[in-house]
């Protein structure tokens, strides 16, 4: 491990709830914004000179901030860490959320990577899970943030939305890599209950999703990327050479981060540590929540496997061996050898890793080693 460590930063604010969100976000607070961003600088405090070499600043809608919000979060980032030179810098943003001038603050404090989320370029679909935009808008937004010169671009897509079907996916995805992202996200969507969509669904309004069509999507998502020139190297996540997301592969990697804001966590020192989710707590100084998960020698193979089969490349003996002093190969022999058996396994000389068939029930397959 470098010494260096991940800094992510949420900021909970949005411009309106999309229908299948449940992530702590909240709309119309646009006058606590400043005060928020005055709370993160007073945490920011608690981990003061740490090294850190990759900042994901995710929402929520980061950019929903103003210019001189985003110009105030920077300064105070900048001057409580020591950031490497070669930091990947990341910010979400959404498609009328963003102009020139917020794109100008970003490139001056040395935001290098933009994750738009798109979701759709389908107009029904994404007005049918409640997002703000429409497809033209995206485009538009990402072109612009190219313009501005930035090269590192990801964009988020959805797969299973109401009325999602293999055509309409497919002029979604040749969208999108007409664009020429450098990193495309694909997760499924996940009937949340409280969400309105939830509810819709519940009502009737949509026919269930589909499982067996929601893996043919997948698969369909996979193979397109694939010729496109995008690796798949998380099952949700595909990039061009040397693209992947550095932030995120800290989190597969099982490595040491800081997070700051309403409901972030830290892993630090094998402890896991959690913010409050209360809006009204953090705005009053009072950071963090009594909860602790101290992470003992298992636990934390037991998390690396889980985390490690995510990636495309997955375990490898060596690395494993360096990390816990036996090998993957000899501590699970039996699950291992029944795996790849059954075709959810494979090996390729010292990496094991989950096959297509074995990413399809990942969640099954994962839980044979804890
Ligand atoms: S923009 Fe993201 S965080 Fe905000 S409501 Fe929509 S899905 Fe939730």
Known sequence: MSGFKGLYIHIPFCLHKCKYCDFISFCGQEELYDLYIDKLSEEALEFEGENIDTIFIGGGTPTVLSPAQLSKLFCSINKTFNIS?????????????????????????????????????????????????TGKNAYNTIDMIKKCGFE??????????????????????????????????????????GTKLYEEYTLGIYSEIDEDYDRYLYHFTVDFLKRHGY?????????????????????????????????AHSYLGGCRTY?????????????????ITILNGTDKIKEYIIMRLRLSEGINDNDFFARFGEKFSGLYSSIIEKLIRYGLMSQNKDNYFLTDKGIDISNSVMCEFL
């Open 231 to 263: 690796s798949r190297y998380e099952i949700s996540n595909f990039s061009k050479p040397g693209r992947q997301c550095r932030h995120n592969m800290k989190y597969w990697n099982c490595d040491e981060y800081i997070g700051l804001g309403i409901a």
């Open 85 to 133: 030179p070669e930091c990947e810098f990341t910010v979400e943003a959404n498609p009328k959320t963003l102009f020139a001038e917020k794109l100008s603050v970003l490139k001056e404090y040395g935001v290098n990577r933009i994750s738009v989320g798109v979701q759709s370029f389908n107009d029904d679909e994404l007005q049918k899970i409640g997002r703000i935009h």
């Open 152 to 193: 590192n671009i990801s964009i988020d897509l959805m797969l299973s939305l109401p009325g999602q079907n293999e055509d309409s996916l497919f002029k979604t995805l040749d969208t999108a890599v007409r664009i020429d992202p450098s990193h495309i996200s694909c997760y499924s969507l996940i009937l949340e209950e």
């Open 275 to 291: 913010n409050t989710s209360s809006l009204t707590q953090y705005l009053n100084g009072d950071f963090h929540s009594k909860d």
